[in-house]
């Protein structure tokens, strides 16, 4: 049974993670794939001179602009470029503690991201590459509906998925590896799989909605407390543990198999 543990944008982090998982023997796939958002805005398309004529603020990018030329002038290379603006553009977020407001500013770091590549592409700068920003580059500005054109913004980007084999770590000691959060999902499924083998195994024999019942259930931590519900894949699990070779489902009934 495959369960998706992570999704990112950072395929790095995805590898990082699937090699923790790898280590307590689990059979990890990374599947990369390009997910895309639209949005409907409302804009208007110029150059800075113009726009600054017409009274709109552009402080904000003006400091953009001063950022992305000089990492042109550095030759940083086109895979670098992200982190290399967010850090010269936004050194406050090494600082943040609070987790609302970092995720915050996340959310609006990446849609800060998805204007610069607007940007780049509109004024045809490559990085990585002899380009440079024009002394008067065009912008497209975000304004109320109303006071500027209709556009539809469709943005692509790539995504990688770390998917994970649950039966491939039925028994893992998941006290040996750090306590992410991909850990915890793992091994909340685990648990549940756990107690729903343990069940069958204790009875010899179970009808499958007494079963179901144990798909939910909760654990108590140090910390936390953990509630879990599985009943959703209820009927997933049981077909994966039959067609692993541990369950013998016939009709309602579920045994061990021999």
């Known amino acids: 049974m495959w369960l998706r543990i992570a999704s990112l944008e ?11 998982l790898r280590e307590i023997g689990a059979r990890v796939e990374i599947r990369d794939w390009i ?3 639209v949005d409907e805005i409302h804009a208007v398309r110029g150059r800075m001179s113009e ?45 943040i503690e609070d987790l609302q407001e970092f995720a915050d500013k996340l959310m609006n770091l990446r849609t800060a991201m998805r204007e610069i590549e607007t940007f780049l592409a509109i004024n045809n700068i490559k990085i990585g590459e002899s380009s440079d920003v024009p002394e008067d580059p065009e912008l497209v500005l975000e304004v109320e509906e109303g006071k500027g054109r209709g556009m539809i913004k469709v943005s692509f980007y790539p995504v990688t998925d770390v998917y994970v084999d649950v039966l491939s770590v039925l028994g893992a000691d998941f006290e040996k590896t750090a306590a992410e ?22 009875h010899g024999k179970m009808d499958l909605e007494s079963l ?9 931590g140090g910390e936390w407390d953990f509630v879990i519900d599985c009943s959703e894949i209820f009927e997933n699990i049981i077909r994966s543990l039959e067609k692993a070779g541990i369950f013998r489902v016939s009709g ?3 045994r061990l198999r021999e």
């Open 181 to 202: 959060f991909e850990d915890i999902v793992l091994a909340s499924v685990l648990e549940i799989i756990g107690e729903i083998v343990s069940e069958v195994e204790e």
């Open 212 to 220: 179901s019942k144990l798909s939910s259930g909760m654990i108590e």
């Open 35 to 37: 997910d895309w958002e």
């Open 10 to 20: 950072d395929r790095e982090e995805a590898i990082k993670i699937a090699s923790r």
């Open 51 to 95: 726009l600054k004529s017409r009274g709109l603020n552009l402080e904000e990018w003006e400091k953009r602009i001063e950022v992305i030329r000089e990492i042109l002038k550095k030759g940083i290379k086109r895979e670098e470029f992200e982190e290399e603006f967010v850090k010269r553009m936004y050194p406050e977020l090494e600082s």
């Open 252 to 254: 309602n009934f579920v």
